[in-house]
């Protein structure tokens, strides 16, 4: 969802951090800053602390890109400045402070730094996610094209997979299923400048265009590698979009009991990650089984807690389906 791997670092901090692989990231990021760095670096770990922790404590790891823009802004540091206000936009669209979001992207892209243009690339993509859940789907449609104009120009391939990712998941809204597969297998086909997050929603994202097309055996074989990756992920977002994934191939089934086991245990998880996006999600896959099990008195009660929250933060897309 949120993450996009980002390594920026820097020549002078020990190779081995760039690698998203390793379980103890967070630790060994931790560890630095408890070393005598120079104040651009300690920037740079802050933010790179900041990216590691998002999708697992959203709050913690909005502190961390603070502190990167209140460090670097003090040091005049370019890069820092602009991927801090970029992250801290990531915090934003976490409890769904959409408006807010887009003032720190655009301050981010406020910022010319011309050997910072692959981070005008990963802001520009995220902006148009940003509209994408709004459901302001020209405006994502402008902002991909955008990052992918910086990326072409500046050869930037590690965002491809990602921007062609997002690309995808617009069209899956527009319920273009084909038009998203496309995109999706051509993301996949360069999962050599994929990380792990990005390969993950990819294989999500080709499992709901499959089960769209109700062709489910295909869907659970990239759910199952979905499922598979999330767990080397150590983030809660992509464990509930696990639990949401199966949930939905169960409930395309007709096995409902199943479907509905794998929303409570994604609903319990969003107790200790409260995503907006997957708690609507979550409750409205809920009572949609309740109402086919007849039971209306807990369908509405689950439908009533996703529209509270729906409405309040402007998620229209959801919004609409829970009115469905």
């Given at each position: 969802m949120l993450r996009i791997i980002f390594v920026s670092l820097l020549l002078t901090i020990p190779a081995y951090l760039a690698f998203a692989q390793q379980t103890n990231i967070k630790d060994s990021l931790k560890n630095l800053l408890e070393t005598d760095l120079p104040d651009k670096q300690r920037a740079d770990v802050l933010n790179e602390l900041s990216y590691e922790y998002f999708d697992f404590n959203d709050s913690l790891a909005t502190r961390y890109a603070e502190q990167a823009l209140a460090l670097s802004t003090k040091n005049n540091y370019t890069r820092g400045k602009k991927?801090?206000?970029?992250?801290?936009?990531?915090?934003?669209?976490?409890?769904?402070?959409?408006?807010?979001?887009?003032?720190?992207?655009?301050?981010?892209?406020?910022?010319?730094?011309?050997?910072?243009?692959?981070?005008?690339?990963?802001?520009?993509?995220?902006?148009?996610?940003?509209?994408?859940?709004?459901?302001?789907?020209?405006?994502?449609?402008?902002?991909?094209?955008?990052?992918?104009?910086?990326?072409?120009?500046?050869?930037?391939?590690?965002?491809?997979?990602?921007?062609?990712?997002?690309?995808?998941?617009?069209?899956?809204?527009?319920?273009?299923?084909?038009?998203?597969?496309?995109?999706?297998?051509?993301?996949?086909?360069?999962?050599?400048?994929?990380?792990?997050?990005?390969?993950?929603?990819?294989?999500?994202?080709?499992?709901?265009?499959?089960?769209?097309?109700?062709?489910?055996?295909?869907?659970?074989?990239?759910?199952?590698?979905?499922?598979?990756?999330?767990?080397?992920?150590?983030?809660?977002?992509?464990?509930?979009?696990?639990?949401?994934?199966?949930?939905?191939?169960?409930?395309?089934?007709?096995?409902?009991?199943?479907?509905?086991?794998?929303?409570?245990?994604?609903?319990?998880?969003?107790r200790q990650y409260p995503y907006p996006p997957l708690v609507v999600e979550a409750n409205q896959k809920i009572g949609e089984i309740y109402t086919e099990l007849s039971e209306y008195e807990f369908a509405s009660k689950y439908c009533h807690v996703a529209l509270k929250i729906s409405e309040a933060l402007g998620l229209q897309f959801e919004t609409a389906g829970i009115y469905v």
């Open positions: 991927y801090a206000h970029t992250l801290i936009g990531i915090g934003h669209i976490s409890f769904g402070r959409y408006d807010q979001a887009s003032l720190s992207y655009r301050a981010s892209l406020a910022i010319h730094d011309p050997q910072s243009k692959d981070l005008d690339a990963y802001c520009l993509m995220l902006f148009g996610n940003n509209y994408r859940a709004q459901a302001r789907y020209d405006s994502a449609e402008r902002f991909y094209d955008e990052s992918l104009r910086v990326i072409e120009a500046n050869k930037i391939l590690k965002y491809k997979p990602a921007l062609y990712k997002n690309i995808a998941l617009l069209k899956l809204l527009l319920y273009d299923n084909q038009s998203a597969l496309n995109y999706l297998q051509q993301a996949l086909a360069m999962r050599q400048y994929a990380d792990a997050v990005s390969l993950t929603d990819i294989y999500s994202n080709i499992g709901r265009a499959y089960t769209n097309m109700f062709q489910f055996d295909q869907a659970e074989v990239y759910y199952d590698s979905m499922c598979t990756l999330s767990r080397e992920l150590e983030d809660y977002f992509h464990e509930i979009r696990c639990f949401l994934n199966k949930a939905d191939l169960f409930y395309s089934r007709n096995n409902f009991a199943e479907a509905l086991k794998f929303c409570f245990d994604a609903l319990e998880l969003t």
